[in-house]
């Protein structure tokens, strides 16, 4: 298999489905759409990997409070609740993975089975502290006087005979891969940590269970089931045919899939994907993930946000006033990928009205009204600017550098300051001014075609971040007739200038971004 047959290959998290899906859910599967929606208008071949984690007494226990087997509780809230919440933020992923399908189960048993045969699983006894919250065995610097730091409940004692995974003879190896390629984990706080964690002296990891059954039995011992994290974390090769004959479909998917190209994670699960799954991998002698990026939380009063702290916010609660795209834009502009962000609504809102509405949206709608009005509505003859198109030149080429390497700020701040660029362009040549001569015709025709141009690239290299308003301007440029389809736009050909036929109809469409007070709350 060729190398440049191989797909850029981006999964999330797979979420527990004990609830429906809160902003800082959204805001890794937003991350990861952007960027394989940006890799896509590379001219890639991607594949975008989410899912759901269902195992384990956390999905076990809520589906019994709420009086359900756990079975219906995940078909119910993954029908309900995780997939249409996706769909409506316009994530558009290739699959989506449940770890109770048989084309996963089916494959975590046959892989554990195989480091079984290699003399990486043992029999043993674990005894100690367990955060049903976290479904982590923990250590005790993980505890503040007996309750668990993330989740701040009290751990429960567990004291099992359970089957072991010889993760500590990894160690070594482990410490080697991130020596080697330290871009497998980043950013370089997440490396450092996961290093020092390593050298700390890690233990072999219990990976079954035997007080429930909500799980993948242990193939060779059907009293247990698989410890939720072994089985979960598996799901990002599974998905793509693990283990399956090279020959067949499945194998033909994992030899163009395999290994992971990103990993997106939040931090708090750095640790099972940096240390626990490479060592998986290494166990089963399978190709090391590329990159795991740790990025930051959102909190609300100064801590992580999460449903069990009643700090849920649902990305309804903020797309119904904000609307999808700015929803989509503002995490990743505002908070710096890799670090802990506030998420508050007046910094939402003013960021709204200058960035999307006034800078973006408004330059916009007003270029479409004066080639109406001073142009009947056709784009004008091909012109050109040299400023403009060394900014754009610039802009894009920061862009992509930024965005691939997941710093989404720094790659939207370059194409937002670009779209400052062109606000500036035309306040500047004051096209109104010119309108009012004829004998400034040609001036004003080609003060238009750059804007134009301008903002062709600018939909171009914002489709990534807001897909549908993007779109709705694509098509008011008429560019949908002339170019083809926003999604099949090139980002390496974005800054070639004068894509635009002279000639297309321009159409006034609905306002991208209108302004907050006009919604009715
Ligand atoms: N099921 C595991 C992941 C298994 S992956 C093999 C899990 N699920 S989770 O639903 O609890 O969390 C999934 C992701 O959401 C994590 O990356 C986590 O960091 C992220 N977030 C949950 N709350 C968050 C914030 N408040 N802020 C940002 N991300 C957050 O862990």
Redesign the pocket.
């Known amino acids: 298999m060729s190398a440049e047959s191989k797909s850029f290959y981006l999964t999330t998290?797979?979420?527990?489905v004990n609830d429906a899906p809160?902003i800082?859910?959204a805001?890794?599967t937003v991350a990861g759409d952007v960027l394989t929606r940006w890799h896509r208008q590379r001219g890639e071949s991607v594949w975008f990997l989410t899912g759901t984690?269902e195992h384990g007494q956390k999905v076990l226990n809520t589906a019994g409070a709420n009086g359900t087997s756990p079975q219906e509780w995940c078909d119910r809230l993954v029908e309900e609740a995780w997939k249409p919440v996706w769909s409506s933020l316009n994530i558009a992923y290739d699959d989506f993975i449940r770890t109770t399908e048989p084309r996963h189960m089916e494959r975590v048993q046959r892989f554990l089975t195989g480091l079984k045969e290699q003399g990486h699983i043992y029999a043993g006894k674990y005894e100690g502290p367990y955060c049903v919250g976290c479904e982590e065995f923990k250590l005790p610097g993980d505890l503040d006087e007996g309750r668990c730091k993330v989740h701040g409940t009290p751990v429960e004692m567990v004291s099992e005979e359970n089957w072991f995974f010889r993760l500590s003879a990894f160690v070594p190896q482990l410490l080697e891969h991130y020596k080697d390629h330290p871009e497998a984990c980043e950013p370089a706080s997440a490396r450092n940590e996961v290093i020092a964690f390593l050298e700390s002296g890690v233990q072999d990891l219990s990976i079954s269970r035997s007080s429930f059954d909500w799980g993948i039995p242990v193939p060779w011992d059907l009293k247990q089931v698989i410890y939720v994290w072994f089985d979960?974390?598996l799901?990002y090769a599974t998905a793509v045919g693990l283990g399956d004959p090279v020959d067949s479909e499945g194998g033909k998917k994992f030899a163009r899939t395999w290994p992971a190209d990103v990993h997106l994670?939040?931090?708090?699960?750095l640790r099972?994907h940096a240390v626990i799954w490479p060592a998986m991998l290494m166990a089963a002698e399978l190709p090391l993930p590329k990159k795991v990026f740790a990025?930051g939380?959102?909190l609300v009063g100064g801590e992580?946000?999460?449903k069990s702290k009643l700090t849920g916010i649902a990305p309804a609660d903020i797309t119904d006033h904000f609307g999808v795209d700015a929803f989509r834009y503002y995490f990743l502009r505002a908070i710096p990928f890799g670090s802990d962000g506030s998420f508050s609504w007046e910094d939402m809102a003013a960021r709204y009205t200058s960035e999307l509405a006034n800078d973006f949206g408004n330059l916009a709608s007003r270029l479409i009204a004066m080639i109406e009005k001073y142009c009947d509505g056709a784009i004008p003859a091909l012109a050109h600017d040299a400023t403009l198109e060394a900014a754009l030149a610039t802009a894009s080429a920061h862009a992509d550098t930024a965005i691939v390497a997941l710093d989404f700020q720094g790659g939207i701040n370059a194409i937002m300051d670009f779209c400052k660029r062109v606000n500036g362009y035309v306040t500047e040549q004051e096209p109104w001014v010119l309108a009012k001569d004829p004998s400034n015709k040609a001036a004003l025709d080609a003060v238009l075609y750059n804007t134009a141009e301008a903002i062709r690239a600018l939909a171009v290299l914002l489709h990534p971040v807001m897909p549908a308003t993007t779109e709705t301007l694509w098509s008011s440029l008429g560019a949908d007739l002339t170019l083809g389809p926003i999604g099949a736009q090139s980002i390496g050909k974005v800054a070639q200038w004068g894509q635009l036929p002279a000639g297309s109809k321009v159409t006034k469409g609905a306002v991208l971004f209108p302004r907050l007070e006009e919604k009715a709350d």
Do not use: E
């Open positions: 998290p797979i979420y527990y809160h800082g859910h805001y890794t984690d979960a974390l799901n994670v939040g931090k708090d699960i099972f990025h939380w959102l992580k946000m999460s």
